[in-house]
């Protein structure tokens, strides 16, 4: 009989994210290469979900979203990101802020489109662009800065370039933009009349006192822009895959139908849990970002002490480390190599680039208890006297 299988996904391959976490369950290790957020739901989340389910609030939304939901993300908008948002017409609430990327490309762009990513990417926006028949291109930004530069986005633009997606807080470098990078973009894409998408995801787990800047919230891309945003991250949720994108009316629409069409609307009952999340006090932002904040110190001491380079991240909870000096030929190579000889699952950077730049970066989660991260610290200083030559 015939093997069926679409020239879409023929190309397409399981993120290495996904596949460090089967090496690590084979050897029982401690997982810091997915991106799971195992800590605690906040109980005000959990429990009115638990009460959503009593209360039989389990059938469908509308495609959009819960009004209730809707128009909490517009005053949180408002609130903390400085954009204004219709919740009837301008708020979709997603699958998950990856899901929501889904339906806006599907909804936004034409086969054949070139989309921009910046390197180091998230592995999923390009391999939902290629799934989409989009055309992936490439701007590289240096480690250990990553800087937004112009000339380099410029260089990457090709005619057909229709979108360009940036991740800010990145995942999964760490690095924040600007609002002078923001600004670049803006630039570009009034000039190039450019789709922006942005994923905020990590937009409250940011560091030493930094101020997360909404490409929206700039006049020449409020028009131009679906912001991405998400629940996971913030209220440990990451398996309940609920998050939203934000975009002006007509755009909305197309998202809203798209997601409609894939996913008919998100969980109800989680929808309730998490609007009661949005009623957290300004201290849970806080200690969330002080809790984050001692993490990132924590899993960045234990990596200098064992050699790693670690590029210190401005947001989000990942790190990305530098191994070059290690001889490893392949960023896999050094990735298994640490698991088996540590117990400790990382993320090969080839995850994140095309080139040969990930070659030399591994990529470490720490959205961890501070305890398995000290363990996984002590673990990974064995580490430094790997083999050169391997």
Not at 95 to 107: F, R
Not at 365 to 390: M, N, Q, T, V
Request: glycine share 8%; charged share 20%; net charge neutral.
């Amino acid at each position: 009989m015939k093997q069926f299988l679409s020239a879409r996904i023929a190309d397409i391959t399981q993120s290495e994210i996904r596949n460090m976490t089967r090496e690590c369950e084979r050897v029982g290790g401690i997982n810091l290469g997915q991106g799971l957020g195992d800590l605690p739901t906040p109980p005000l989340v959990s429990e009115a979900a638990i009460q959503a389910i009593r209360d039989r609030k389990s059938t469908y939304s509308f495609p959009e979203g819960a009004a209730e939901l809707r128009q909490m993300i517009a005053d949180k908008l408002k609130r903390d990101n400085g954009i204004t948002a219709d919740p009837k017409s301008e708020i979709t609430v997603t699958i998950g802020s990856s899901g929501g990327y889904a339906c806006a490309i599907m909804a936004l762009l034409n086969p054949g489109d070139g989309i921009l990513l910046c390197e180091p990417y998230y592995g999923y926006h390009l391999n939902a662009a290629i799934l989409a028949g989009l055309q992936p291109q490439f701007a590289t930004l240096a480690p250990p800065n990553f800087d937004l530069d112009e000339g380099v986005i410029r260089a990457a633009l090709r005619p057909n370039t229709r979108a360009i997606v940036l991740c800010s807080p990145s995942n999964p470098s760490g690095r924040m933009y600007s609002a002078d990078e923001m600004k670049v973009i803006e630039k570009i894409a009034v000039e190039r009349d450019l789709l922006v998408i942005t994923d905020e995801i990590y937009e409250y787990i940011i560091y030493d006192g930094r101020k997360h800047v909404s490409a929206a919230t700039l006049p020449g891309l409020r028009d131009r822009t679906v912001t991405l945003m998400g629940l996971s991250k913030t209220f440990s949720i990451t398996g309940w895959r609920l998050g939203y994108a934000v975009a002006p009316a007509g755009m909305s629409r197309a998202i809203t139908l798209a997601n409609d069409l894939f996913y008919v609307c998100s969980p109800t009952p989680l929808q309730h849990g998490v609007a009661a999340g949005f009623q957290s006090p300004p201290e849970f932002y806080t200690k969330l970002k002080s809790d984050y904040q001692r993490k990132r110190d924590i899993i960045c001491d234990g990596l200098a002490a064992a050699g790693l380079q670690p590029i210190v991240p401005q947001g989000a909870y990942y790190v990305l480390a530098d191994i070059g000096h290690l001889g490893y030929a392949r960023s896999k190579q050094a990735a298994m190599a640490l698991l088996e000889t540590t117990g400790v699952a990382s993320v090969p950077g080839t995850a994140f680039y095309q080139g040969e730049t990930g070659e030399k970066l591994l990529r470490f989660c720490f959205a961890k208890e501070d305890e398995i991260l000290k363990e996984a610290s002590k673990r990974i200083r064995a580490f430094k006297g790997a083999p050169a030559h391997a």
